[in-house]
């Protein structure tokens, strides 16, 4: 403060504190009573990709939160009638992949090792009680959870919107989920 | 989180059995009981998830009804959560 200036009044400093107190209270109030929100991306169509996103969206919905996926590129795939069935996994590039007996990696490339990989991983998450796609999409929907279909995409790959889910929110693009995503609290991109 | 008014009440009649479902279908199934509830009204829920004593602790705070009870025989957990509103 420089030596020129009068200090404001007490009262007048007493109003400007007790105003910015005020506004801190209210903004800590709105965030702790505002229903919380979650946005997630999902660009990948392979089944071990589908998962992760549609646990969560349901999850959230569950616990009463916001819950939103952008479905992009190959992940336009989970939320498409046909399609959704159809998810599948390659063992080719994933060495990570459990196989009943230890083989090399490049025997994923002979045909019929995805549809084979993809049989023996539905398999292995039915016997362990792990829902199927098709019921993880139908219970995110039923839940509440918001699944936009992305415009761009769906123009490009030349699905209708009559190809995907009912449930599904109106197709979109990028500017509307960034409107939607803008206020969430978790954002996640698979 | 047992209270001691919450474990001589009566066990509530309805039980949702998610034995032997993994993440999500646990919290799925009890949002979806619990809706189904008046107010005020509880249910018993039994899961074999490990990770469902977590879980189930965690859609408490997050959804705001009650978990009255919660324990674990062997591989099975047992949680009673109350419809708050």
Known sequence: ?190 | MTTEQNTVATAPARVVDARNVLCPTPIVRLTAAIRELPVGASLRLIATDPGSDADVRAWAVESGHELVEAGRTGGEYHFVVRRTH
Not at chain 1, 40 to 64: C, E, F, H, R, V
Not at chain 1, 87 to 112: D, E, F, H, S, T
Not at chain 1, 149 to 177: E, K
């Open chain 1, 1 to 190: 403060m420089s030596i020129g200036t009068a200090p404001p009044a007490t009262s007048e400093l007493e109003a400007t504190v007790r105003r910015m107190v005020d506004e801190r209270l209210a903004e800590a109030d709105r965030k702790r009573t505002r229903r919380k929100k979650i946005a997630l991306i999902a660009t990948k169509g392979t089944l071990d990709w589908a998962y992760p996103p549609l646990i969560l969206a349901s999850t959230a919905a569950s616990l009463g939160w916001d819950a939103g996926i952008f479905f992009t590129f190959y992940g336009l795939n989970i939320i498409h009638k046909k399609k959704r069935e159809e998810l599948a996994i390659a063992p080719i590039a994933n060495p990570a992949m459990p196989m009943p007996v230890p083989l090399p990696n490049l025997l994923g490339a002979i045909p019929g090792m995805t549809p084979f990989a993809t049989f023996m991983m539905k398999r292995m998450f039915r016997t362990n009680g792990v829902a199927s796609i098709r019921e993880l999409t139908d219970v995110a929907i039923e839940a509440g959870a918001k699944l936009f279909p992305c415009g761009m995409t769906m123009q490009v790959f030349g699905y209708r919107a009559d190809d995907l889910l009912a449930g599904c929110q109106p197709v979109c693009g990028a500017a509307a989920f960034l409107s939607y995503a803008s206020d969430a609290d978790v954002t996640l991109a698979f």
